[in-house]
């Protein structure tokens, strides 16, 4: 070591004061470490704003392009309609009325004409 001159665990010389902040450095030195950390905070959460941002902007985009191929395809969609209903008219078809000759009196006449072996 230098001329046998002996230190502390702390780096400092044996028997030297030791210095200390007094209460106004302490102070300064609080609020510059809080400021700190705001301010790490602040950038952090900046930064995942950002990234939430590209992220929901993507969505947009996406979602724009879908909605104009679903506008190109309801417009393609609603010109065969009119062109089906140009062509001719047609009847409205109640699917609700019953019909003659329904599938149960058909199966019972099917049903007849079958013979075990």
């Not at 106004?24 to 609080?30: G, H, I, P």
């Not at 191929?69 to 010109?79: F, M, P």
């Amino acid at each position: 070591m230098n001329g046998g001159e002996e230190f502390s665990n702390d780096g400092s010389k044996l028997g030297e004061k030791k210095r200390r902040l007094n209460m106004e450095q302490l102070k300064t030195l609080e609020k510059n470490f809080e400021r700190g950390s705001k301010l790490e905070r602040a950038r952090s959460k900046t930064k995942q704003l950002e990234r939430d941002y590209d992220e929901l902007k993507r969505q947009v985009e996406s979602l724009k392009h879908e909605n104009d191929t679903l506008q190109t395809q309801n417009q393609k969609l609603e010109a065969q309609v009119k062109a089906l209903k140009s062509r001719e008219p047609i009847e409205p078809i109640n699917l609700n009325k019953e019909t003659e000759g329904s599938c149960s009196n058909k199966s019972e006449n099917i049903s007849g004409d079958i013979r075990p072996a």
